[in-house]
């Protein structure tokens, strides 16, 4: 069985503003949740255009092998800025949207499995605007799906559609980051 996981980046970073974790361990959890490895593994995103150094540092981090990094293949779209005049007020606002990353996600899913490349996939996303794709995957092409995700914010439009669903919430603390040791702490250690 060969199994694919797909990340939406934005729904993730979002989760672990809350309860902060590492792409390390949760890729360990998911390859124990499937049962063996994983074939391919992608992480899609949007950055502004100047990405800062850190979130360039993430990537590479991210496309980084084991026992270094998740070695996942990072896809990035810009973010647009937009300018928009309110038509009730005429008052001028601006917006940053993110553009490409669901459509990307959604043909990812459907060109992979039309490939051939996956018999099950693994979605992290929490957005119900991947159900078309979905569907398609499963009742024209036979794949098996698995949704990943957290409880409070998890698409009931995917969940229907799921295999089985792997709930963050229920990965930790498996996948919590390494909290930093407090300064001045001793250890002590028993000879």
Not at 118 to 147: M, N, P, V
Not at 148 to 163: E, F, K, R, V
Request: with cysteine; charged share 20%; glycine share 6%.
């Amino acid at each position: 069985m060969k199994t694919v996981w797909i990340v939406d980046g934005a729904y993730l970073f979002n989760y672990g503003r809350n309860r902060p974790f590492d792409y390390l361990k949760l890729k360990a959890e998911i390859t124990r949740a499937n049962g063996g490895p994983l074939h391919e593994c992608y992480y899609l995103n949007s950055t502004p255009d100047a990405a800062t150094e850190s979130q360039n540092a993430f990537h590479s981090w991210l496309k980084s092998a084991p026992p270094r990094g998740p070695k996942m293949r990072v896809q990035l779209y810009t973010i647009k800025d937009l300018n928009t005049t309110c038509p009730n007020c005429s008052h001028q606002f601006h917006r940053s949207v993110q553009k490409g990353v669901d459509v990307g996600i959604a043909t990812l899913i459907v060109k992979l499995a039309a490939q051939g490349v996956y018999d099950r996939l693994i979605l992290s996303a929490g957005d119900g605007d991947f159900q078309e794709a979905i569907t398609y995957i499963k009742s024209e092409l036979h794949k098996e799906f698995w949704l990943h995700g957290a409880m409070s914010n998890l698409s009931t439009d995917l969940q229907c559609y799921a295999d089985q669903v792997l709930w963050m919430d229920d990965m930790h603390p498996a996948i919590d980051k390494d909290k930093p040791a407090m300064a001045g702490a001793h250890h002590h250690t028993h000879a």
